[in-house]
């Protein structure tokens, strides 16, 4: 429905701006754009989704916008005092500017609706008498904008985007010369001018692209958005913080490796950001590196537990302390408010029940001893606060995700040679443990999203379980005969 809508609006709009640029009085041309105004105000709900209040989508879009407008114009009047280089004024508009730039930063719809946007909008500002015809920079502005959204929807490298230039600008010049753009007067085609107007397309485009790239990182810092070459990025296992992980809390390490594989997995299943769940889950548990020992998966079953020596209360200090850690850890080494959400809110405001448990069964044989008259202070009652995390609860469905991943593999690693009705049971225990708490209220997540999560964490742990065939043992290797002459 969202589509169809989305399609008929764009309709209207050309046919209003085609309108707007054929109408001299100036109060016409104000009621034109008051009609192009209110209809994108629509595409960009459609757009924004629910994300249609937040200050960096709007700021980030309006400012490339902004950018994109200001250049198109001033191009415009420039080349309208140039009579003789008029031709070229359809092969110089960088019309993937705005559009490339909002779809990296913001993703493809968003992306999309800016192409849409600067084209209609770029067409009203253009001066009267324009030096483009209204049709071509329609069919060129759309065309092109929209090819660069779909190349760099899912950028893994910052080298992509000069590919998108070079290969934008052969489509203008393509696009241009079948539209008869190139030509002067009656004509279609001058064959003099084919070098300069080949270079003239490409290099602007390829031009946009450098500059492109060149900002990326200024944007991503400024506005603190995470794109897919950031994430990228941040999941190399080369860099100090998954080296230290490795070195120092193995055990920790290879759970997070599985937690990102049943993240990203789920997180695919119901149209998340894969990407940032992949990404996130291998930080989540950054913190535990500074005691790696008072951690169940670092400790070698042979050996006795440290926790045996301390109160609960300090045990669980502790085990609550590596989410702050992780937090000071992640804003150390800069990897942004996505990951820092994350490692915050993967625990939400749930218990540390084990020492919870222990601490009330202390409290309990503390007040057996009381009441029979064994000890004469009466014991303090337990507060379960001292043994909550911080929170709050996941805000976002990728931390949600996540959180649902990491108690999946932690309790499911605690079975032994468990069935398929075994798995899915503990499973559906889990899931349903946090949606009755209230840990997933906040997260976006819907019952249809829940149930196709679980079935994700189900496959992808079905896959990780599967069966080996028992080797047969031999007693001594046969030697490798000598080779003969």
Known sequence: MGA???LNLLFLEILACIGATSVADGVHRSLWMFFVYCSMSLIYKLAAGNKIFSNKVFLVSSLAIALHLGIVVMLANYMRSMPEWNYLMILLVPYTLAPIIVSVLLGKAMGTFTAVCVTLYGLILMPDPSPVSPLN???????????????????RKREQILSTGFIVGIVTFAAAFCLGALGSGDEWFRARNLGWDIGSAIGMSFFVSVFIGGILPLLEHMFH??????WQEQGDMNLPLLKDLQLHAPGTFHHS????????????????????CSVAALYHDIGKTKYPQYFAENIPSSAASPHSELTPDMSAKLIIGHVTEGVELAKKHNLGPSIISIIKEHHGRSLAYYFYRQALDKFEAAMKDFEAGLIDTKPAPVDDEQFRYPGPGPQSREAGIVSLADIVESATRSLKNPTAEEMA?????LIR???LSGH????????????????SFLETLKTMAHNRPEYPKHETEPAPKKATA
């Open 433 to 435: 443990e946090r949606l």
């Open 257 to 276: 490796v599985i937690v990102s594989l049943l993240a990203a997995n789920a997180a695919k299943a119901i149209g998340a950001n894969s990407m940032q």
């Open 440 to 455: 997933l209220e906040d997260s976006n997540l819907t019952l249809g999203d829940i149930h196709k999560i679980r079935d």
């Open 4 to 6: 169809i809508m989305i």
């Open 225 to 230: 958005i995470s794109t897919p070459i950031t």
């Open 137 to 155: 920079y329609i069919c060129l502005s759309l065309l092109t904008g929209l090819i660069g959204v779909v190349l760099t929807g899912n950028l």
């Open 425 to 429: 049971n503990k499973v559906d225990e």
